[in-house]
């Protein structure tokens, strides 16, 4: 993190605080009513949106596990939960809708939007849950609440970032982190043995 600060200094001399340099995206609210009247008036309401799909596999949350810290969560406060990701991630958006079909709030999205409807959907969500892909980094840009599963594979080059509050990275934290995804384990632990308590936790 401090090296990649140090990079946008020296990009960015003029600002006083390079966290000025994050990136920063806004959505017009036609692009947001447009998508709640071609999809769900539910994305009206407060709802929390959960991106199970990554880049790989390996940096994938096993979807059992995720589904009962959606449940800890709904049982709690009953909320609207809504599915999204590209069709490329049916592998985790279709067991995970499966798993959660039988919740009375479910709004399942995935493979259904694209990019710019995606953004205006994580710009109406309350909160976010995603692993460490581009819809935990797009709903930084929106400022968007968030709760982010991220391993140790490339842990401090594309993550964790930002001081926000409302920002939460959660990881397994190992001495083999920076394996760059060559992991010594038959299953990545660093993001597997994350507790479902301690997502719902941060939820």
């Known amino acids: 993190i401090q090296n990649h600060r140090e990079l946008?200094?020296?990009?960015?001399?003029?600002?006083?605080?390079?966290?000025n340099a994050l990136p920063k995206l806004s959505v017009s609210q036609s692009e947001k009513d447009a998508l709640t009247k071609q999809f769900s008036p539910k994305l009206n309401e407060p709802f929390l949106l959960v991106c199970p799909g990554a880049f790989s596999s390996i940096r994938e949350y096993p979807v059992t596990s995720l589904a009962k810290a959606i449940l800890q969560v709904?049982?709690?406060?009953?909320?609207t939960v809504v599915i999204a990701g590209a069709k490329s991630d049916i592998r985790t958006t279709m067991p995970f809708g499966q798993a959660l079909q039988h919740t009375a709030w479910l709004v399942?999205?995935?493979?259904?939007?694209?990019?710019?409807?995606?953004?205006?959907?994580?710009?109406?969500?309350?909160v976010v849950l995603s692993m460490e892909s581009s819809h935990a980094h797009i709903a930084g840009a929106l400022g968007v609440p968030a709760v982010v599963i991220t391993g140790g594979g490339h842990y401090g080059f594309f993550a964790p970032w930002g001081e926000s509050k409302t920002f939460r990275w959660l990881t397994h934290p190992l001495p083999c982190f920076g394996c760059h995804w060559s992991c010594i384990y038959d299953r990545p632990l660093c993001i597997q043995d994350i507790h479902p308590t301690q997502i719902a936790k941060n939820l």
């Open 108 to 126: 399942n999205l995935s493979g259904q939007l694209n990019l710019a409807q995606h953004v205006a959907l994580i710009s109406l969500s309350h």
């Open 8 to 19: 946008a200094k020296y990009i960015f001399p003029y600002l006083p605080d390079c966290q």
């Open 74 to 79: 709904t049982e709690k406060q009953p909320t």
